[in-house]
């Protein structure tokens, strides 16, 4: 996860103000691979993984759901 978040993060796709937008991104780019998630989020190219389910299902579920949780410490 930490090698995601620096490449995504390297690369602009990781908006590190937004909880929901970080968790989503890295939910997605764990489970869907760090390539597929970069297409998602640069030109909406939306992936499955090996289960089928959608790199945009993970990174709107897991990200709405850090949204609504307790912050998280800096």
Known sequence: ????????KKDNLIDTENVADVAGTLA??????????????????DRTDA??????YY???????MANSTDCPD
């Open 51 to 56: 289960n089928g389910v959608y790199s945009s």
């Open 28 to 45: 997605a780019a764990h489970l869907v691979g760090r390539s597929r998630m970069k297409k998602f989020k640069i030109d909406g190219k």
């Open 59 to 65: 990174y709107a579920n897991v990200g709405t759901v």
């Open 1 to 8: 996860t930490r090698s995601n978040y620096r490449r995504l």
